[in-house]
Structures are given as structure tokens and as C-alpha cells.
RNA sequence: GGUCCGAUAGCUCAGUCGGUAGAGCAAGUGGCUUUUAACCACUGGGUCGCAGGUUCGAGUCCUGCUCGGAUCACCA
């Protein structure tokens, strides 16, 4: 196994080698082309993000009275100059702002836009001056003469810094005319496609970095961009987050690699810890955990984190995925679905713009009403017809019923041998009081009465192990110390465990969980270098 | 793992019946310099995923492989 060169990871090409000579260039202008920082300044208030200064007050408010003349004005036709004028007097008045960001065209004309991955700000350089450039020799030289000079030699998607005063141009925007240039950071790799982005699935997941660079620089598309999508799902995490900690809720970490891989039915991802040589794996799930923790007195719990299952990927599945869990003590599975229900009503709406209704494919879903229905009416709804006995209800429900349940629907009563860390319903023994939440066929959320019977409890974990031995891989494995945690009386209590992958899906538009996860799993790239049949 | 589809310039894509490898963007040179995705002129850029086969001749047809996507199976 060689170590591969810096050729092999970055292949030249003619794009490559015109940006190494500006770069060298540009190196011979202003010294170190790798400077450390970049001050920002803070006209806004705040540093002068670009994202800050388009929301600054005065800004907006010369946009705004900027877009009234225009909307007096016939097609084409420019501002007249002396409205324009005034503006830019309240403009100048605001002094210097010096800004950084990503160029998001070529430097080919004096005017350019300049993007911080969420804003972007016209500036703009003049060739007759004047314009300078700032050197990166650590004491911020001028050099008066060569700004223009430095100004041809950017390329597109070179990050670089201006010092200079707002203004609106002709056309009406308001932009930063340059009056220093600094050069911050050279892109070394030609932009994606302006038009439109990276196109082939497989490379914006692979080249995320540059996936998202094109969120900011492409000129169309359609829904929202790669960037929309992650702040979307920050916002979704966050407004969890928020009403669980407003509803007294106490976030914790429970250990991802465990002793054993229970709390879910799945296969476990193995791994040696060397100094205690023993096996561990990869959390399937952090229930039984967070349920030691309802045991120690934490009454609202939950966490927000990865779990691991070593299982197919698909459309609908990762290895690793974000589960949010929580429990509550002295509540029962139907006050869980209203809670849930309430939990997810607040978070759709503070990441969706305050709807709660959205548009997913051909669909349109509405987070206004939850249906709750039984697993078997939902068969006899779904597939009348179809025959239901307990043996067969599972499978009847997945192949009927499960793909036409496109709102958000409760399902409940569900067989308690498929239920082993549920409780029995007081009416009938051979139900759990459990349900899963579906949307568009999908299954989100998983809730249930927790058992709280060690001695059950005990004998679930055992019929489990039975399934085991008869082969059943994913069948709960024994979990003794947590007979010994549920011994010293854990009260009454629901928990839930939701799919955030899934959810942010819903309210993205996004057909497979691989758009909503910043990097998800591929197969490892092959180098020429590596592969046998390339080696002549 | 099965089936189907795809891989052509840095990016987005065309390539007809098997007959000299194409466009737009990006890049280079020169011009222009208050523009709103693409200003004007000229230029360079290709192991057509990899390997083999058929053929006088393969981007195109056949076989195998790699990678990706869709779908089924598996799986929450």
C-alpha cells in the first residue's frame, strides 16, 4: 500500500495548472497566499458577515425604498440619479466595511458577487482606481499600484477580503465598491457548474464540500439547494430540542459502544476495545439506558443521537442514523402519542416556515391532524378482505396497509410478542401497548408503555434468546444488569423513539435518506493506484 | 444478493445505421469596463469507466468486471 502523492489526489489538468500560475502570481503580489485571518468589520452591529449586512436595518431599508422607485419604473429603464444619489449619500455615510467571502464568478468584468454559503453581495472594482491591494506580510502593507493587477489574476471561487464603501449601482443593487483587495484563499479546483451544480448524485454526496459550495453559486434549481436542506434539519433538531428542554426535559449521552447490542431488534456493528479485551458494539439503541436513568429519578429524558445497524442500505435505511428518544415517567402510551404529536406539530412548523402543512413528491402531507387507528382496523380500512389472525397480522399489515398510511397516522395495538420491552394492555393480554407513527408509508416514530415487571421483563428477554438459538439474528439479546436496574422499581412510564433522518425527509422533499444526511455511507474510493487492472 | 438503467472534456450534456470526438459553461490570449446565468473574437482541452471479444473499422454491437442510481429481497 503506497502512500499516494498530491498528484494522485488533486490530478492536474489545464484548470489546475492556470490555477497554480495565478496562484504564483498572486503569491509574487502580496507574499503569503495562505494569510491567517481576515478582520472582519461591524457596520451592522455585528460582524459583517455577508448574510449580516443584508439583514442589517439600514441595508434593507435602502433595498426596500430602491425596489419602490424600481416598481415605478417601465421595463429597463434605470433609476433616475438623483433618488439614486441620495441613497448612496446614506450609503457612504456608513463608512468602510470590510467583507470576505467566495467569489461566485469569474473576475472577468469589474463586478463580481461575493458569497458567505448563504448571502450573496455585489462589489465591485474600478480599473481606473483607486484600488489597492493589501499584502499579506502579518503588518497589512498597502500597495496603491496593484489592486487592478491582483483583480485579474482571481479566479472564479477564490476567497478573497474588500475594504471599501456601499453604494447602488445603476440598475438599482446595492454593492460594495472596492477600494483595498486582499487576497485570502486560492481555490486550487474549477467551481461546479453555475447552471446546474453538481447533477450526479453519487458526487454530491461523495464531494459534499463542493455540493454545498453549489447550493451558493447555482443560478437555478429546483426545491430547496443542499445547503436549505441541512439548515432545515438544524432548525427541525433545534425546535426538538427546545420544546423538550422548555417541557423540563433533561438531555443526556448514554455509551455508544455497549457490551451488549439490545434495545432494539437488530444486527450490531462489533468492535474490540484492546486494553479490557473484550468485545463491544456499536449501540443499536440507547432505550435501555435512558430507561435506568427514568429508574435513577431523571422522570423526562431524552437524547438525540446516533444509532448503528448493520443492515442494507437503502433509500429509507443508513448504517448510522439519528434517533431522538425520550421518556417520560407516570405517563401511558396514549398520553406519549399526545405528547409526541404536540413535540412534532411545534417542530414542523418552527422548521418549515410556520406551516404544518408540506409537499412531499406528489402528496401533500398535513402535520395538522394525527390519526390513530388499531393495527387490525387499519387492515380491515386498507385491505378488507384480507384475513387477520394473530399470526399473520404483522405481515398482512406491511404488505397492505403500511405504504397507504400518507398522513401521520398513529397505529396501535400491536401483537405483544413482537413487543418484547412493552407493556401488556389492561385489556388484553395479548396486545402491547405500543404504536409507530407512519407517514407516507414510512415509519417514524416507535412508542410504547414501558415494561416495568423485572420478573416479565425477564421472561421476554428470554423467549428472545429462544428466537435466538432458532436463528433469528436481530432477536433481543439479555440484558442482566438491566433486570437489576428495573429491580429497584422504575415507575409507570412511555418512551418514544423517532427517526430525524425520516422526519427531515418529510420536510424536504427528499426521497432518499442520503440527501439528508451530510455524509452518508458509500464505498470507499478506488484509486487507479490501487486497482489491480490499471497497473500495466 | 436478483432485475433494470447509467458512466463521453474540470462541470452539465449531445453523439443518427458501426465509418475523422461535439456543444454550452469553466479555462487560456486579446478587447471591453455600472454589469445582473451566459459581453465580443480567437485558442487549448478526451485512455469515450476498466478488461477482453466480433469487425477492414467500435463511444456505438457482444461478454466479464468496477462504480453509481432505481427497484425487489433482506431490514424498522
Known amino acids: 500500500m503506497s502512500i499516494p502523492s498530491f498528484e494522485d489526489i488533486i490530478t492536474p489538468n489545464d484548470q489546475t495548472e492556470a490555477r497554480k500560475a495565478s496562484l504564483e502570481a498572486i503569491g509574487a503580489l502580496v507574499g503569503n497566499v495562505y494569510p491567517n485571518k481576515f478582520v472582519r468589520s461591524s457596520v451592522s452591529g455585528v460582524e459583517d458577515t455577508i448574510t449580516a449586512l443584508k439583514h442589517f436595518e ?3 431599508d435602502i433595498e426596500a425604498r430602491m425596489a419602490e422607485i424600481k416598481a415605478s419604473l417601465g421595463e429597463g429603464e434605470r433609476p433616475p440619479a438623483e433618488k439614486k ?8 455615510a456608513l ?8 467569489l461566485t464568478t469569474p473576475t472577468r468584468g469589474n463586478f463580481v458577487h461575493l458569497t458567505d454559503g448563504m448571502s450573496k453581495l455585489q462589489v465591485y472594482c474600478n480599473k481606473k482606481g483607486p484600488l489597492a491591494l493589501i499584502k499579506n506580510d502579518g503588518d497589512g502593507t498597502v500597495d496603491a499600484e496593484n489592486g487592478w493587477a491582483l483583480w485579474q489574476l482571481l479566479d472564479h471561487g477564490d476567497l478573497i477580503g474588500v475594504e471599501g464603501y456601499l453604494f447602488v449601482t445603476n440598475t438599482g443593487e446595492v454593492s460594495v465598491h472596492v477600494e483595498r483587495l486582499q487576497f485570502l484563499t486560492k481555490a486550487m479546483l474549477p467551481m461546479p457548474d453555475k447552471m446546474h451544480g453538481i447533477a450526479d448524485p453519487e458526487l454530491q454526496r461523495r464531494f459534499r464540500y463542493a455540493d454545498l459550495i453549489a447550493s451558493t453559486l447555482q443560478v ?7 445547503r436549505e436542506v441541512f439548515e432545515r434539519r438544524a432548525k427541525l433538531v433545534s425546535g426538538l ?14 455509551p455508544m459502544l455497549t457490551p451488549k447490542a439490545t434495545g432494539a431488534a437488530a444486527k450490531p456493528f462489533e468492535t474490540h476495545h484492546n486494553a479490557l479485551d473484550i468485545p463491544l458494539y456499536a449501540r443499536v439503541a440507547p432505550e435501555l439506558y435512558l430507561k435506568r436513568l427514568v429508574v435513577g429519578g431523571f422522570e423526562k429524558v431524552y437524547e438525540l443521537n446516533r444509532n448503528f445497524r448493520n443492515e442494507g442500505l437503502s433509500q429509507r435505511h443508513n448504517p448510522e442514523f439519528t434517533m431522538l428518544e425520550f421518556y417520560v415517567a407516570y405517563m401511558d402510551v396514549n398520553g406519549m402519542m399526545d405528547l409526541a404529536e404536540t413535540m412534532i406539530k411545534d417542530a414542523v412548523a418552527k422548521a418549515n416556515d410556520g406551516s404544518l402543512v408540506v409537499k412531499y413528491g406528489e402528496n401533500e402531507i398535513d402535520f395538522g391532524k394525527f390519526e390513530r387507528i388499531s393495527m387490525k382496523a387499519a387492515i380491515e380500512k386498507y385491505a378488507p378482505g384480507v384475513p387477520v389472525d394473530d399470526l399473520n397480522v404483522i405481515a398482512a399489515f406491511d ?7 400518507t398522513q401521520p397516522t398513529f397505529v ?8 418484547p420491552l412493552s407493556k401488556a394492555s389492561p385489556d388484553d393480554s395479548s396486545i402491547a401497548e405500543r404504536f409507530e407513527l407512519f407517514i407516507n408509508g414510512m415509519e417514524v416514530a416507535n412508542g410504547f408503555s414501558e415494561l416495568n415487571d423485572p420478573k416479565e421483563q425477564y421472561e421476554r428477554f428470554v423467549d428472545q434468546m429462544s428466537e ?16 437489576r436496574a428495573l429491580s429497584y422499581g422504575m415507575p409507570p412510564a412511555a418512551g418514544i423513539g423517532i427517526g430525524i433522518d425520516r422526519l427531515v425527509m418529510l420536510l424536504t422533499n427528499k426521497h432518499s435518506i442520503r440527501d439528508v444526511i451530510l455524509f452518508p455511507h458509500m464505498r470507499p474510493e478506488r484509486r487507479a493506484a490501487d486497482d489491480p487492472d490499471q497497473i500495466a
Open 241 to 254: 430540542r427546545r420544546f423538550l428542554d422548555d417541557a423540563g426535559f433533561i438531555e443526556v449521552e448514554t
Open 399 to 405: 404488505e397492505h396497509v403500511e405504504d397507504k398510511l
Open 95 to 102: 463608512g468602510t466595511v470590510s467583507i470576505a467571502g467566495r
Open 412 to 419: 396501535i395495538d400491536y401483537p405483544k410478542s413482537i413487543s
Open 220 to 226: 437555478e434549481h429546483d426545491g430547496l439547494t443542499t
Open 58 to 60: 439600514k441595508v434593507a
Open 85 to 92: 444619489d441620495a441613497l448612496n449619500e446614506e450609503l457612504k
Open 468 to 483: 435466538r438459538e432458532r436463528g433469528d439474528e436481530e432477536a433481543m439479546v439479555l440484558d442482566e444488569d438491566y433486570i
